[in-house]
């Protein structure tokens, strides 16, 4: 990477830290009064999300160990990284990459209480990063191939050459999104975007719902201020998913973002409904379906592209 | 200004009442009261929740749970009786197990009668729950200041 690359990712990755928190409050208050608004309810202010992270952050410091704030602080962390190398148009590979690690460390926060509870949500947490991770990467592969595909349409073109690209700016040199040659990726990425998003049928590791919830999943021992990092992790986080379904409607000119953010809020909608419409599943079935909707998605996409 | 009145998270537990109140205090959460207008999330963690609702009395086998819980949650923390056994004992007060009411084992902020208690009441005594809890967590605030 050279030196203006790194600066235009510092500059997004800063962007993201002070945006992403915001959109993802607002993101969460919406998600909360439509919820109840489909449950037959007024539901809570807009701005309900902040004031309990607010007041999270007043409650007494108490905490079971040292270091488990120390690996939820490196989970945000790398959280704000993954999403700042995405929104600045950065290597998606990568992005999703250090996304994982910050999964990881969020993993490791929760069996660091040793409090079976919360070692119950980390397998399971475990298990969910299993489910969604082999759909992530072939939405990484088919990316690549799709970019590689609408670029050089040449076939004289020899494979080595082509210029395909995991970089996410790559969509602007495009004439068409890359929705169009791996929608089948696109509804394999929304099926996991349902694990991602922690929402049910597949909130195993963590409900925001206590009625199915076995104490609370990962953040059992997680209180006060550690509990209102999670939360904002948990925005951070469902900013940059919700981006990943923006890219694929996003072509040519700057003004398709808005095309992106629409795509985007309506994937958000969609998981909402489906959020208030299932209980949670096992988790047999979790990795069943999504290893099972990735190799068909993912898989047959792929080859098409490979071969076609 | 003290978030912890705009987001009072709850935690009900059920000593030795007869149900009769721990219906009620489930009515009182269910979507036709919407408690979540005022933040109020039920929760099944103490390390998460403000306010611990507790329905009936006191016994030899309950009263070191009911500590327990109250121990694990985190200051700014209020609890509520709610019904006339949390409160008293109730119509269980001379039992041979029956210690008393809730404030025989753990502080009591609010105290909500009733046989059952209805939830209208259990909204009043949750709304005046969190001025206290508004309360403590500005003395808390300030005791944080007073050290740093
Ligand atoms: S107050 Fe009445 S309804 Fe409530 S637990 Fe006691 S006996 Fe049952």
Redesign the interface.
């Given at each position: 990477m050279d030196l203006t690359g790194l600066l235009i990712t510092l500059i997004g990755i800063i962007a993201f830290a002070v945006l992403a928190p915001v959109l993802g409050c607002f993101l969460a208050g919406i998600d909360?009064i439509v919820s109840?608004r489909m449950?037959?309810?007024?539901?809570?202010?807009l701005l309900?999300p902040y004031?309990?992270v607010?007041?999270l952050f007043?409650?007494?410091g108490?905490t079971v160990n040292g270091v488990q704030d120390a690996y939820v602080i490196c989970a945000l962390i790398f959280a704000v990284i993954a999403g700042g190398i995405f929104f600045s148009g950065g290597n998606l590979l990568l992005c999703i990459f250090v996304i994982t690690l910050s999964s990881l460390f969020f993993i490791i926060a929760a069996y660091s209480s040793r409090s079976p509870y919360a070692e119950v949500g980390a397998a399971r947490e475990t298990l969910q990063v299993m489910s969604y991770e082999p759909m992530v990467l072939l939405f990484a592969v088919a990316f690549f191939m799709a970019t590689q595909t609408l670029m050089a349409p040449d076939p004289t073109m020899s494979f080595f050459v082509a210029p395909g690209s995991f970089d996410v700016g790559a969509v602007f040199s495009l004439d068409v999104p890359v929705i169009v040659c791996i929608w089948p990726v696109f509804l394999g990425l929304m099926f996991i975007l349902t694990i991602k998003l922690r929402k049910s049928p597949f909130d195993l590791s963590m409900s925001h719902h206590?009625?199915q919830?076995i104490?609370?999943g990962m953040?059992?021992?997680?209180?006060?201020s550690t509990?209102g990092m999670v939360e904002i992790l948990h925005w951070c986080e469902n900013v940059l998913f919700l981006g990943w379904i923006g890219i694929f409607f996003v072509w040519g000119g700057p003004w398709t973002i808005l095309i992106g953010i629409v795509a985007a809020l309506v994937a958000y909608f969609v998981e909402i409904l489906i959020d208030n419409n299932f209980a949670r599943v096992k988790w047999q079935f979790m990795l069943k379906s999504a290893w099972a909707v990735a190799l068909v998605a993912g898989g047959i996409n792929l080859a098409v592209l490979a071969f076609l | 200004m003290a978030y912890a009145g705009k987001s009072p998270w709850v935690i009900h537990y059920d000593g030795s009442s007869c149900n009769g109140c721990d219906i009620e205090v489930l009515a009182t959460l269910c979507p036709g009261f919407d408690g979540e207008r005022f933040g109020v999330i039920n929760t099944g963690n103490p390390k998460h929740a403000d306010i611990f609702l507790v329905t009936g009395s006191v016994n030899e086998q309950n009263i070191d749970v009911v500590r327990q819980i109250y121990d694990q949650m985190i200051e700014p923390k209020v609890v509520v009786a709610c019904g006339i056994c949390a409160c008293s004992g109730g119509i269980f007060h001379d039992c041979y197990n029956v210690i008393g009411g809730v404030d025989q084992a753990i502080p009591v902020d609010v105290y909500a009668p009733g046989c059952a208690v209805r939830p209208e009441t259990l909204i009043d005594a949750i709304v005046a729950g969190v001025a206290v809890l508004d309360e403590k967590a500005e003395k808390l605030k300030a005791e944080k200041k007073g050290r740093a």
């Open positions: 909360r109840a449950q037959g309810r007024v539901g809570p202010p309900q004031y309990d607010r007041k007043e409650k007494e108490v206590a009625h919830e104490v609370r953040t059992t021992e997680m209180s006060g509990l | -």
